[in-house]
């Protein structure tokens, strides 16, 4: 079966479902949002905690409840949702393979596609820890499911390794299951998360956190028994004569997240070697024409708002695409990450439109100071654990297009203005 | 610290608040005071349903609850289940243990989904 179509969008978690209302609302009429799983909302019906839609609903929804608006409005357009829907392929030509009961094997010609797969936690074997391979090994995202949909405890004392939001948020929902956290255990010198989870979650109830420490080795016969924890010197590596250890049932997880790139791979869209997603323009655009890209599958975003966001903004291009409003310019800037910048998206810039930047600093920093280009705004702090997002108007980029680059960099204020 | 990541500095003499820094808006100012004089935390867990192929329902209390009572809190919820269809917003647990909130359900049950939709 060949089914033809304005939009397909790969993913309802909140990036594809706020692509695929955004487009509608843009006009498109045959849209189709295929989604792997039962039921679209992704990976927010296991978020049970609050803290999502501060900015988007200026409200402090759990992850439930603002997935129930999205699927709510989702379910009352005519956007054709298919649920245990599996993409198989994508293609260079814009072709889409997929798999459901219902059609069997089908094949989907759309004229633009929004991707929007999300992102997949790293394992042990990502980061390499040595040590025997018991069972009470999970990563935080799978035992954050186990607890909250499924209604299991994955152990009883849990050593969490990492402390990004998923680690620090399974701490608390732990300790408040009545499990014991011996410790949260982080490599940097700093937390992994947003500090509202480090105070809400870890201070909040006395778990312990070890910065610049990491697990060295997993020991236990058929099961988790334990592991030895070791503080790490400047360089990240292990100092043996620190190493002690700490008895525990269940190790997990937190080792950071991967855009979900196999499709987009296959595909030969070019992808971002530091990100892992798809480089894009300033529309969201991949290196495929007609192929859009929003939300983690493109960089793990800090706050949920905005990927919606960044799906609203994906749709609504992908409509503007399909309608010839979206012509290419024939020139291009390239945006070049200068001076602690980690990541910067987009990675180049081919129209005349003001353009939004996100971008993740690499090391804390105090009275920064934020160029781009001929824009420059000042930051009190700027913390590695949160994606800055910035807009320029068309004309800070103007002396820009002479040289064909966008430098992006963030210095410490004071010591700029001694230099002068 | 608020939620939404200003860092803020309190000035406290005794009990009262004397000055607030730092604050971007004034949602900031209300959480720090909030945060020294009466620091609450908004509870999220789930309880048991009758649905196998939805076993947890999210709940959340739809107001803060002190710090301390947070863990009688979950202990007290542990004792429900509901049963039957769920509406998101509907109370479960009315003036939990007397602290003025409710614990509400955070989503629906049986929310009407085609399994697919056929779009035809």
Partial sequence: MIREVDLAVIGAGPAGMAAAISAREAGLDNILLLERAEYPGGLLHQCIHNGFGLHYFKEDLTGPEYAERFITKLTSTDVTLCLNTMVTHLNYDRTVVAINPLWGEFIILPKAIVLAMGCREKTRFSIGIPGSRPSGIFTAGLAQKLVNVDGYMPGGEFVILGSGDIGMIMARRLHLEGATVKAVVEIMPHVGGLIRNEVQCLHDFDIPILLEHTVSEIYGNGRVEGVKIAQVDKYGSIMKDTERDVGCDCLLLSVGLIPENELSSEAGIELDPQIGGPVIDEYLQTSIEGIFAAGNVLQVWDLVDSVTVDGERAGANAARYVAGELEKEPRELKVIPGENIRTVTPHRIVGDESVEFALRVKKPIENAELTVGGYRKRYRVMSPTEVVKVTLKPSDLDTCWECGEVSVYCSERGKEEANE | ?120
Avoid at chain 2, 31 to 46: C, D, H, K, N, S
Avoid at chain 2, 61 to 82: D, F, G, V, W, Y
Wanted: aromatic fraction near 2%.
């Fill in chain 2, 1 to 120: 610290m608020c939620p939404l990541g200003c860092r803020i500095e309190v000035q406290v003499e005794g009990k009262e608040v004397k000055g607030v820094h730092g604050d971007r808006c004034k949602k900031g100012v209300k959480y720090a005071q909030q945060e020294v004089v009466f620091p609450g935390r908004i509870l999220t867990t789930t309880v048991r349903t009758d649905n196998p192929e939805m076993p947890l329902l999210p709940v959340r209390s739809n107001q803060a609850i002190p710090k301390e009572m947070l863990i009688e809190c979950m202990r007290h919820i542990s004792k429900h289940a509901t049963n039957g269809p769920v509406r998101l917003g509907q109370t479960v647990i009315e003036n939990i243990l007397g602290l003025g909130a409710d614990i509400v359900a955070c989503r629906s049950i049986s929310l009407e989904l085609p399994k697919i939709s056929t779009g035809a």
